[in-house]
Structure formats: structure tokens, C-alpha cells
């Protein structure tokens, strides 16, 4: 009966006068839904990305000693601005080439991002994506993110303003150059490579040019000693547990902006997938950690629990929508072990890492892409693997060079006095708790 009711209704309506000219007309009408809702997706993801960038400094001004806290959040606020301004004046197009100057390896040099004119009219508007400042402004959080990376491996030994060449150079040319092989159409993409929110082109990109410094910087004085490491523990575990928690959250941002669509009740449907499986990630990366140093050493260590935490997250991030809650479970648990075992590798190889980065973003960035082929279908492990190392030989090797050549025109490293003095007064003449003897 009800069924009867409607189509009677519907027929009424039909026979009305002008609704069928009504009908027609709305059905010229471009559907400006999938635009309107992919942008708003990218600037409320984008936020909650930038987010991150607080999250990555109240964690290195955490795991940090007091008397280099003030040269970490200076890094920090300095390393996102330089990124804003390389991404817009070189990386933004040469990251989404329109043309390839080397087919599928390099886009052009110095193309100018340029934004839409002021009160753009729907017929000129792309509404099958999203505007370009969106786009724009979700892409550059991603590329300011690989500098964070870098930033807390080279704590309280690097000076500041070599540095921050560096992040002009990685921003502005390393890192766009590598992610538009996978997202800009190259090479990565044609062969099949996948990698759905970064692990690879974002945080092993990271890992990698964190750890060329690293190499080439040497460790802290102090740090290694008879072939035994010296804990160094960090000034604030309450900052950084809030900037893990902030990272956590931005995460949220990172992996679900990707889905690049919400027009869709599939695409956004796909959004909640995400969330939820990165969530799941990170709670089992933690709890994976929790477990581990207490059966290790007997005691719980809140700073693996934190890392390991961040290691699900980036363990998830190559591929956040196809698996179940179960399998991100596990992927988010394996980059929680793996953050407890390679942590101490590294000190036996005498590289000093200060605040994980290396084994969270490099190690567990390398798991994370491998394991996309467990669920992704049209994905192989064979194509992961050369994505990964192709990937990490560029990142590595370019910036390998770049460090050398910083450390013989202009030196990369503080005196000695300086370094055992704190970079907070040498580097910047100003301390982060005054009230407090440097520790």
C-alpha cells in the first residue's frame, strides 16, 4: 500500500506544470557537492596535520635536556615557516608536475603555486577534486612533516642556521621530488607502488635524511663511552606525552585527508574506515611497547611506550583503509616492537638518535609499506620494496651530500664548550627555564 501511495504521488507531482522543465534544468546543474566537500575535507585535515606541528615540538622539548629545550621549539616554529615559503616558490609543482622535464622523475623547477582568482565561479572550478589553496595547503603539512623528522635526531648538537639550509634544500627539493615518483604520477605509480598517506615518502623520507645527518654529525659528547651507552633522559616527560597525544590526534588528519574525496557516502565512508583503523593502530603500537619493556627490563619505559605508539601510526599510515580493526591491530602492534628492539641497536652501533625518530618514521615506515600488500589487492611486496629503496637511496644519498657540503663551507656542529654549555645560551642567548640550573 505504501508503495502504491508514492507512485501515485510521484505521478501527481510529474503532471504539475513546470516541474518537468524544473527537473531538466537541475539536471544541467553541475554537482558541486564532491568539490565542496573534498575542499573542506583538505583544510579541516590540513589543520589538524598543522596540528602535528606542535605535537613534534612539545615532544622533542620533552625527550631533550633542559639546557637545549628553547633550540628545539626555535628548530620547530622556524623549520615549518621555511617549508610554507620553499613549498609554495619550487616543491608544490614540482611535487604535481602539469609537465615532466625527465618523464616521471623530475617536474619542473620554479613553477610559482598560483591560487584561484577572488569569488571563483563554479563553471571555472575543478569539481571533480577540490580547490587549489586546499590542496595547496593539505599537500604542504606533509612536506613540513619530513623536516620535523629530521629535527629531533640532531638534537643538542647541530647549530641552527646549517640546519635550516638544510630544511630549505629538503623541502623545497629532496622531499618534493621524491613523493611526486608515487603522487605526482612517476614512475613509483606507473610500476604500481603504493603508499597511500606516506610511511615511505613522508616518514622514512624523514628517517633517511635524519639519519645521514646523524652519520655524519657524530653523536653527543658523552653518549658513548667504552663501548656503553650513557642515558641522557630527556627534561619533560609530561610534554612530551602531550606531544604524543597531539601527534595522535593529528594523525587523524594525515591518513584521513588522503582519502582525497568526501563527495561521495562511499568516500566519506571510507574517512571513518581510516580513523578508525588508525586509531586502532596507534593503541596497539602503545600497548605492544608496554608489554615489551616490562618483559625486557622489568619495568614499563613510557618513552618506548610513546614512540611505540608513534611507530603504530606510521606502521598504519601506507595503507589505512583496506585492512579490518584486527589488521591494523597487529600492523600498529609489530611497529610497537619494532620501535623496543631497534632503539638499543642503534646505540650499539654508536648512532645517536635523541629522540627515536629513526627507528619510529625509517624502521617502522619500512614495515608499514611492506605490509600494504597483506590487504591492498593489485599491490606485491617485490614493488613495496623497490619503492621503499629507491625512495630511501635518493633521500639518503642527496642528503648525505647536502650534510657534507654544510659541514665543510660553514660547519654543522657546535664546539664542544658549547655543546656541554647548552645550545639554548650559545646558539640563542636565552634559556627555556630560567629559574632552573641547566641540566
Known amino acids: 500500500m505504501k508503495k502504491l501511495t508514492v507512485t501515485l504521488a510521484a505521478t501527481a507531482l510529474a503532471a504539475l506544470p513546470g516541474l518537468a522543465f524544473a527537473q ?38 620533552g625527550l631533550v635536556r633542559s639546557k637545549n629545550v628553547t633550540m628545539q621549539l626555535t628548530k620547530n ?8 615559503i620553499m613549498y609554495w616558490l619550487i616543491g608544490f609543482n614540482l611535487m ?69 639550509i638544510f630544511v630549505a634544500i629538503l623541502t623545497g627539493v629532496i622531499y618534493p621530488i621524491e613523493a611526486s615518483w608515487q603522487w605526482g604520477g612517476g614512475f613509483l605509480s606507473e610500476m604500481g607502488f603504493s603508499d597511500f598517506a606516506g610511511s615511505t615518502l613522508v616518514h622514512a623520507a624523514g628517517g633517511f635524511a635524519a639519519l645521514a645527518g646523524a652519520l ?56 571513518s574506515r581510516i580513523f ?44 589505512p583503509l583496506d585492512p579490518s580493526l584486527f589488521g591494523a591491530l597487529w600492523i600498529g602492534a609489530i611497529g610497537g616492537v619494532i620501535v623496543v628492539i631497534v632503539v638499543p641497536m642503534l646505540d650499539k652501533l654508536q648512532i645517536d638518535d635523541v629522540v627515536g625518530a629513526i627507528p619510529v618514521h625509517l624502521v617502522a615506515g619500512f614495515w608499514g609499506t611492506f605490509a600494504v600488500p597483506f590487504y591492498t589487492e593489485g599491490t606485491s611486496f617485490v614493488t613495496q620494496i623497490i619503492g621503499f629503496v629507491a625512495i630511501g637511496a635518493f633521500t639518503f644519498i642527496v642528503s648525505g651530500i647536502v650534510w657534507f657540503i654544510l659541514k665543510a663551507t660553514m660547519g654543522i656542529r657546535v664546539s664542544e664548550e658549547d655543546e656541554i654549555n647548552g645550545l639554548d645560551m650559545a646558539e640563542l642567548g636565552m634559556e627555556a627555564y630560567p629559574e632552573f640550573k641547566a641540566g
Do not use: H
Open 216 to 271: 655524519i654529525l657524530g653523536p653527543r659528547i658523552g653518549k658513548y663511552k667504552d663501548g656503553k651507552t650513557i642515558p641522557m633522559p630527556g627534561s619533560n616527560l609530561a610534554l612530551a606525552t602531550l606531544g604524543t597525544f597531539i601527534l595522535w590526534l593529528g594523525w587523524f588528519g594525515f591518513n584521513g585527508g588522503s582519502q582525497l574525496a568526501m563527495g561521495t557516502v562511499g568516500d566519506v565512508t571510507d574517512v
Open 276 to 319: 578508525a583503523n588508525t586509531n586502532m593502530a596507534a593503541a596497539a603500537g602503545a600497548v605492544a611497547a608496554l608489554l615489551l619493556t616490562q618483559a625486557l627490563f622489568k619495568k614499563p619505559d613510557l618513552t618506548m611506550v610513546l614512540n611505540g605508539a608513534l611507530a603504530g601510526l606510521v606502521s598504519i599510515t601506507a595503507g
Open 77 to 84: 616554529i622556524a623549520l615549518f615557516s621555511i617549508a610554507a
Open 24 to 61: 531538466e534544468a537541475a539536471a544541467e546543474t553541475p554537482d558541486i557537492n564532491p568539490y565542496i566537500f573534498t575542499t573542506l575535507l583538505f583544510l579541516i585535515g590540513g589543520f589538524l596535520v598543522f596540528w602535528m606541528a606542535a605535537g613534534f615540538a612539545m615532544l622533542e622539548a
Open 96 to 164: 604535481y608536475p602539469g609537465e615532466w622535464m625527465i618523464e616521471g622523475v623530475m617536474g619542473p623547477w620554479f613553477s610559482i603555486t598560483s591560487l584561484e582568482t577572488v569569488g571563483l565561479d563554479a563553471a571555472d572550478a575543478s569539481l571533480d577534486y577540490a580547490s587549489v589553496g586546499s590542496d595547496f595547503f593539505f599537500q604542504l603539512m606533509f612536506c613540513a612533516t619530513t623536516a620535523s623528522i629530521v629535527s629531533g635526531t640532531l638534537a643538542e648538537r647541530i647549530k641552527l642556521w646549517p640546519f635550516l
